[in-house]
Protein backbone atom coordinates (compact mmCIF):
# COMPACT_ATOMS: atom_id res chain seq x y z
CA UNK A 1 0.00 0.00 0.00
CA UNK A 2 1.17 3.53 -0.88
CA UNK A 3 1.81 5.99 2.19
CA UNK A 4 -0.60 9.31 1.77
CA UNK A 5 0.64 12.13 1.44
CA UNK A 6 1.16 15.18 3.38
CA UNK A 7 0.51 18.09 3.04
CA UNK A 8 3.37 20.56 2.85
CA UNK A 9 4.18 21.89 6.17
CA UNK A 10 4.70 25.19 7.55
CA UNK A 11 8.10 25.30 7.90
CA UNK A 12 8.21 24.38 3.50
CA UNK A 13 5.80 27.44 2.66
CA UNK A 14 7.74 30.27 5.00
CA UNK A 15 10.41 29.15 3.48
CA UNK A 16 9.28 29.74 0.26
CA UNK A 17 8.15 32.76 1.22
CA UNK A 18 11.50 33.71 2.05
CA UNK A 19 13.11 32.94 -1.30
CA UNK A 20 10.53 34.97 -2.89
CA UNK A 21 10.93 37.97 -0.91
CA UNK A 22 14.60 37.90 -1.14
CA UNK A 23 14.44 37.58 -5.02
CA UNK A 24 12.13 40.73 -5.52
CA UNK A 25 14.17 42.60 -3.18
CA UNK A 26 17.11 41.58 -5.35
CA UNK A 27 15.12 41.96 -8.61
CA UNK A 28 14.32 46.02 -6.86
CA UNK A 29 17.92 46.28 -6.43
CA UNK A 30 18.59 45.81 -10.21
CA UNK A 31 16.01 47.92 -11.32
CA UNK A 32 17.16 50.67 -8.85
CA UNK A 33 20.83 50.57 -10.03
CA UNK A 34 19.72 50.81 -14.19
CA UNK A 35 17.45 53.63 -13.45
CA UNK A 36 20.06 55.83 -11.16
CA UNK A 37 22.87 54.64 -13.60
CA UNK A 38 21.33 54.78 -17.30
CA UNK A 39 17.92 56.33 -17.14
CA UNK A 40 18.56 59.25 -13.89
CA UNK A 41 16.77 62.42 -14.99
CA UNK A 42 19.41 65.12 -16.06
CA UNK A 43 18.49 68.85 -16.32
CA UNK A 44 19.65 70.15 -19.36
CA UNK A 45 22.43 72.13 -20.30
CA UNK A 46 22.63 75.44 -21.74
CA UNK A 47 25.19 77.52 -23.41
CA UNK A 48 25.32 80.72 -24.54
CA UNK A 49 26.90 80.93 -28.42
CA UNK A 50 26.77 84.68 -28.57
CA UNK A 51 25.10 87.68 -27.57
CA UNK A 52 24.47 91.17 -29.98
CA UNK A 53 22.92 94.23 -30.39
CA UNK A 54 21.79 94.69 -33.87
CA UNK A 55 20.53 98.48 -33.13
CA UNK A 56 21.73 100.32 -30.10
CA UNK A 57 21.29 104.33 -29.41
CA UNK A 58 21.86 107.10 -26.86
CA UNK A 59 19.35 110.43 -26.75
CA UNK A 60 20.00 112.69 -23.57
CA UNK A 61 20.82 109.82 -21.75
CA UNK A 62 18.35 107.35 -22.56
CA UNK A 63 19.49 104.04 -24.10
CA UNK A 64 17.34 101.91 -26.43
CA UNK A 65 18.44 98.54 -28.06
CA UNK A 66 17.01 95.53 -29.84
CA UNK A 67 18.60 92.45 -28.07
CA UNK A 68 19.81 89.09 -29.52
CA UNK A 69 21.28 86.22 -27.84
CA UNK A 70 21.87 82.64 -28.98
CA UNK A 71 22.17 79.69 -27.49
CA UNK A 72 22.20 75.91 -27.62
CA UNK A 73 20.56 73.70 -25.12
CA UNK A 74 21.58 70.05 -24.84
CA UNK A 75 18.89 67.12 -23.58
CA UNK A 76 21.53 64.59 -21.42
CA UNK A 77 18.74 62.11 -21.44
CA UNK A 78 17.50 59.19 -23.09
CA UNK A 79 13.86 60.77 -22.95
CA UNK A 80 12.66 63.53 -25.08
CA UNK A 81 12.20 66.65 -22.76
CA UNK A 82 9.76 68.84 -23.65
CA UNK A 83 10.34 71.89 -22.71
CA UNK A 84 7.32 74.66 -21.27
CA UNK A 85 6.83 77.78 -18.69
CA UNK A 86 10.75 79.02 -19.96
CA UNK A 87 11.75 82.65 -20.33
CA UNK A 88 14.61 85.65 -21.12
CA UNK A 89 14.82 88.18 -18.68
CA UNK A 90 17.49 91.46 -19.40
CA UNK A 91 18.31 93.50 -16.20
CA UNK A 92 20.32 96.74 -15.94
CA UNK A 93 21.36 97.99 -12.08
CA UNK A 94 18.91 95.44 -10.66
CA UNK A 95 15.50 96.59 -12.76
CA UNK A 96 14.28 94.93 -15.40
CA UNK A 97 14.58 95.98 -18.96
CA UNK A 98 13.63 93.24 -21.19
CA UNK A 99 11.51 90.30 -20.74
CA UNK A 100 10.07 87.36 -23.26
CA UNK A 101 8.52 83.58 -23.01
CA UNK A 102 10.59 81.44 -24.91
CA UNK A 103 8.10 78.86 -26.71
CA UNK A 104 7.58 75.22 -25.47
CA UNK A 105 8.87 72.80 -27.75
CA UNK A 106 10.47 69.59 -27.53
CA UNK A 107 14.61 68.33 -27.62
CA UNK A 108 15.47 64.65 -28.91
CA UNK A 109 17.08 62.58 -26.31
CA UNK A 110 21.02 63.09 -26.31
CA UNK A 111 20.36 66.19 -28.61
CA UNK A 112 21.61 69.23 -29.06
CA UNK A 113 18.96 72.31 -30.00
CA UNK A 114 19.88 75.72 -30.61
CA UNK A 115 18.07 78.57 -30.05
CA UNK A 116 17.67 82.41 -31.17
CA UNK A 117 16.02 84.73 -29.38
CA UNK A 118 15.73 89.13 -30.44
CA UNK A 119 13.20 91.63 -29.26
CA UNK A 120 13.27 95.14 -28.28
CA UNK A 121 14.25 96.80 -25.52
CA UNK A 122 12.21 99.57 -24.35
CA UNK A 123 14.05 102.88 -23.48
CA UNK A 124 15.64 103.24 -20.31
CA UNK A 125 17.54 105.75 -18.74
CA UNK A 126 21.34 105.34 -18.26
CA UNK A 127 23.22 105.22 -15.01
CA UNK A 128 23.94 108.95 -13.81
CA UNK A 129 27.88 107.28 -13.50
CA UNK A 130 28.79 105.09 -16.55
CA UNK A 131 31.63 102.24 -15.75
CA UNK A 132 34.89 103.84 -16.10
CA UNK A 133 36.77 102.97 -19.91
CA UNK A 134 38.30 99.31 -20.07
CA UNK A 135 41.18 97.48 -21.79
CA UNK A 136 39.75 95.38 -24.79
CA UNK A 137 42.37 92.43 -25.49
CA UNK A 138 42.64 91.38 -29.27
CA UNK A 139 41.42 88.16 -28.63
CA UNK A 140 38.15 89.85 -27.21
CA UNK A 141 37.83 92.53 -30.84
CA UNK A 142 35.25 89.94 -31.92
CA UNK A 143 32.49 91.46 -29.47
CA UNK A 144 32.34 87.73 -27.17
CA UNK A 145 34.40 86.08 -24.38
CA UNK A 146 33.78 83.14 -26.57
CA UNK A 147 31.60 80.19 -25.69
CA UNK A 148 33.40 79.76 -22.18
CA UNK A 149 32.79 82.93 -20.59
CA UNK A 150 36.61 84.32 -20.01
CA UNK A 151 37.09 87.57 -17.65
CA UNK A 152 38.77 90.32 -18.20
CA UNK A 153 40.10 92.98 -20.44
CA UNK A 154 43.71 92.76 -21.00
CA UNK A 155 46.88 94.07 -23.06
CA UNK A 156 44.77 95.54 -25.74
CA UNK A 157 43.28 99.55 -26.41
CA UNK A 158 41.23 101.24 -24.22
CA UNK A 159 37.21 101.81 -25.17
CA UNK A 160 35.30 104.90 -23.39
CA UNK A 161 32.49 104.45 -20.70
CA UNK A 162 31.01 100.97 -20.66
CA UNK A 163 27.76 99.98 -19.36
CA UNK A 164 26.83 96.16 -17.91
CA UNK A 165 23.47 94.03 -18.51
CA UNK A 166 22.68 90.78 -17.51
CA UNK A 167 20.56 88.04 -19.20
CA UNK A 168 18.93 85.57 -17.42
CA UNK A 169 17.61 82.08 -18.89
CA UNK A 170 15.15 80.02 -17.28
CA UNK A 171 14.26 76.72 -18.57
CA UNK A 172 11.65 74.32 -17.38
CA UNK A 173 10.32 71.24 -18.47
CA UNK A 174 9.61 67.26 -17.78
CA UNK A 175 11.07 64.19 -19.41
CA UNK A 176 9.21 60.94 -19.02
CA UNK A 177 10.98 57.80 -17.93
CA UNK A 178 10.86 54.37 -19.35
CA UNK A 179 7.23 56.12 -20.37
CA UNK A 180 6.21 55.38 -16.86
CA UNK A 181 7.58 57.63 -14.72
CA UNK A 182 7.92 61.57 -15.25
CA UNK A 183 9.88 63.99 -13.90
CA UNK A 184 10.47 67.96 -13.62
CA UNK A 185 13.11 69.28 -14.62
CA UNK A 186 14.45 72.85 -14.72
CA UNK A 187 17.83 74.61 -14.92
CA UNK A 188 18.84 78.55 -15.35
CA UNK A 189 21.85 80.39 -16.86
CA UNK A 190 22.80 84.13 -16.47
CA UNK A 191 25.21 86.24 -18.43
CA UNK A 192 27.00 89.38 -17.59
CA UNK A 193 27.05 91.96 -20.65
CA UNK A 194 29.76 94.83 -21.35
CA UNK A 195 28.58 97.08 -23.93
CA UNK A 196 30.31 100.17 -25.13
CA UNK A 197 28.11 103.09 -24.38
CA UNK A 198 29.66 105.09 -27.70
CA UNK A 199 28.80 102.54 -30.49
CA UNK A 200 26.43 99.77 -28.53
CA UNK A 201 29.19 96.70 -29.57
CA UNK A 202 29.16 93.69 -27.60
CA UNK A 203 32.90 93.85 -25.83
CA UNK A 204 32.19 90.65 -24.28
CA UNK A 205 30.15 88.36 -21.67
CA UNK A 206 30.38 86.27 -18.80
CA UNK A 207 28.63 83.08 -17.81
Known amino acids: MSKPHRPPSGR ?36 VNSVQLPSFSVSNNTVNFTFSQYVSVKNPNRAVFSHFDSTLQLLYSGSQIGFMFIPA ?8 QYMAATFSVESFPLSASP ?3 VNVGPAFNDGGFGGGGQTGFNN ?5 PTMEIESRIHM ?9 FTHHL ?7 VVIAVSDGSVLGFHC
Open 156 to 160: GYRVG
Open 105 to 112: GKIDAGRT
Open 12 to 47: TNLASCIVATIFLIFLVIIILIVFFTVFKPKDPKIS
Open 131 to 133: DAA
Open 172 to 180: AGRVRVLHF
Open 186 to 192: ETKVGCR
